[in-house]
């Protein structure tokens, strides 16, 4: 007989679905495994929390778990030499073959619903629309076929269209038996009503800054303290959101967008449009999100300081308190909130129209120069 082809395995990836680790949420893992232990385990869960803090990697966690349970009258687990999961923890080494099917995307019994890109143009979608949940509908009409449950993943809910969640809202009135449907969710008061009230909920809660700052210092210890630092004071106690501005050098991009507000009233032109042209350049898309989203975590910051006269512990960037201080005295602060929503709508023409970011980002911060007139 000739020799069997040797299988290759396919590397492991990075990303939600290839971490096994979940930092800070203990609470979470044990009051799922309870529900799952008593044999009372809801259809549905809502898993909710600050963006980047481990809602998917969560949801992956769960759903691994889940699909590795033998079917009923297979003593020696799904794959006869793989030991059975525990029902004392969701962890799972990445050596299990059910780890590589859901990482993968391979796992017969297993679906993610999430944005998909527009075959007309290309790009990713900016909303999850009904015909792929309709998808999703077709898959849960099908017998499990390695597991005895199916698992869905929306990642994320916020994306639903209309259309699309009042789909999935029949889903969730009424469920597959065998069937666990998990949906993230960033801001889960903006979901219909009647999904959040077919949900179980789970809240996964900001991670202290001590242990984000702990997990950072492992991770990158060639990175400066200070900018560890600055990565976790921007993010909130989301540990994703502190390695995503680590990995896209977002602390740098944070001094820049500093030392540009610090000059204001009178912008300083030249910073202005450096910085234009760095965002504005060819597949910058990436890091003019982010400038994005810290100019808007910054003006957050702006005007919980100046409702509350609280005194942050660290300045982001060099004379930031002063920056605040004249912002107040030349504008109430609704005013400065109104701006920012302006400002904001602007920014998402960008992405949904295609809009020139170098364009987008000046008339911004003009608007924002404007407030000082």
């Known amino acids: ?12 990836e990075t990303g939600p679905a290839w971490v096994e680790r979940l930092i800070g949420h203990d609470a979470a893992e044990q009051t799922f495994l309870k529900a799952f232990a008593a044999g009372r385990l809801p259809h549905a869960w809502l898993i909710s929390g600050p963006r980047g803090v481990g809602k998917a ?7 691994r778990f889940l699909l590795a349970q033998p079917m009923q009258g297979e003593a020696g687990g799904l794959f006869g030499a793989e030991a059975p ?11 299990h073959r059910v780890f ?30 009904i015909d792929d949940v309709r998808g999703i509908i077709d898959f849960l009409h099908l017998k499990a076929a390695a597991s005895p449950w199916r698992v869905v ?10 259309n699309a969640a009042n789909a999935l809202l029949k889903v969730l009135e009424e469920p597959s038996s065998n069937t666990v449907l998990l ?23 900001p991670l202290p800054r001590d242990l984000a700052a702990a997990e950072l210092a492992a991770r990158y210890p060639e990175i400066k303290a ?9 993010a909130g106690g989301s540990l994703g959101q502190a390695i995503r501005i680590i990995e ?57 300081i100046a409702a509350t006269g609280e005194r942050p512990e660290i300045q982001l960037f060099e004379g930031e308190m002063a920056l605040i201080s004249r912002m107040q005295a030349a504008a109430s602060l609704d005013r400065w909130l109104a701006l920012w929503e302006k400002v904001s709508r602007l920014f998402d023409r960008v992405r949904s129209v295609n809009l020139d970011r170098k364009q987008a980002w000046v008339a911004g911060f003009l608007a924002i120069e404007g407030m000082g007139r």
């Open 1 to 12: 007989m000739p020799p069997r082809a040797k299988v290759i395995e396919p590397p492991v």
């Open 57 to 63: 990697t969560f949801a992956y966690r769960i759903a």
């Open 85 to 95: 999961v525990v029902s004392t923890t969701l962890d799972m080494p990445r050596e």
């Open 100 to 129: 590589r099917q859901v990482g993968q995307q391979a796992h017969p019994d297993f679906r993610l619903l999430e944005r998909t890109p527009n075959p007309k143009t290309g790009r990713m979608r900016s909303e999850i629309i």
């Open 153 to 162: 993943i929306v990642d994320s809910a916020d994306d639903l269209n209309r």
């Open 183 to 205: 949906l993230l969710s960033h801001a889960p008061q903006a979901l219909l009503p009647t999904i959040r009230s077919r949900c179980r909920k789970l809240v996964l809660q």
């Open 226 to 234: 200070q900018d560890r630092e600055l990565a976790v004071a921007t």
């Open 248 to 304: 896209r050098d977002g602390v740098g991009l944070l001094r820049e967008i500093g030392a540009l507000l610090a000059s204001w009233p009178k912008l300083d032109a030249g910073l202005l449009h450096k910085l234009g042209d760095k965002l504005g350049g060819r597949d910058q898309d990436a890091q003019f999100d982010l400038a994005v989203e810290l100019l808007g975590w910054w003006f957050a910051r702006m005007a919980r």
